[in-house]
């Protein structure tokens, strides 16, 4: 009889028990972006443009100059009292007390070199000058006259003839204006005398526009 407790029947160890892994999963690692910071943009004001001021030219029309003379004014007065040119002084004086007269001082102004005076520097004895009248150089001082521009019977019949005695003196020997007196060669100024520009103009043409202005 056979033993309960044995069979013919094999028995089958159990094989090991196989385990499967799950298959790992990879992350991919997700890469973060920089954060990027974004300046805005500086703007710069378009510099300033200053617009030029404008020009307006004005338009002549007509005759113009006609209208110009039209408009001056041409005093007709006759002088009440007669012109005598020792009202206007009897030479020329020493304003500034410095030995050197109004003939001398002008010519110390007009030498185009440096003036040679005398020994008692007062007088002037060489130099060289332009006579505007006759357009000419001159180097001897003797051969030039002082000249007022607007001659003393000029002056007188334009108004001058009111002015008191100390005014016309002072007139005769005015140097504020550097074209009161010049120095012109003695033969010009003799032929001009007491002529306005009306009446008579220098030898040399190409100043008569400076000498009629």
């Known amino acids: 009889m056979a033993s309960a407790c044995t069979s013919n029947a094999e028995t089958t160890a159990p094989g090991p028990t196989t385990t499967t892994a799950a298959p790992t999963t990879t992350s991919t690692p997700t890469t973060l972006a920089p954060i990027t910071t ?54 020329w004086s020493d304003d500034d007390s410095d030995c050197i007269n109004t003939r001398h001082e002008v010519l110390v102004l007009e030498s185009l070199l440096e003036a040679e005076m005398d020994s008692s520097e007062c007088k002037v004895i060489g130099g060289q000058w332009f006579a505007a009248f006759t357009g000419t150089y001159v180097n001897e001082p003797g051969s030039l006259d002082i000249d ?20 016309k003196r002072d007139y005769y020997n005015d140097l504020t204006d550097s074209q009161h007196l010049i120095a012109v060669t003695a033969s010009a100024n003799r032929s001009k005398g007491s002529k306005g520009p009306d009446e008579w103009k220098p030898p040399d043409s190409s100043y008569w526009c400076q000498y009629a202005y």
Do not use: E, K, M
């Open 148 to 167: 007022h521009f607007v001659p003393l019977a000029n002056a007188h019949a334009s108004g001058g003839w009111a002015w008191s005695s100390a005014d």
């Open 38 to 91: 974004t300046t805005p943009p500086t703007t710069t004001s378009p510099p300033t443009t200053t617009t030029p001021p404008t020009t307006t030219v004005a338009v002549v029309t007509g005759d113009w100059i006609a209208d110009l003379l039209a408009s001056l004014q041409v005093s007709d007065t006759t002088p009440q009292a007669d012109y005598d040119r020792t009202d206007w002084g009897s030479g």
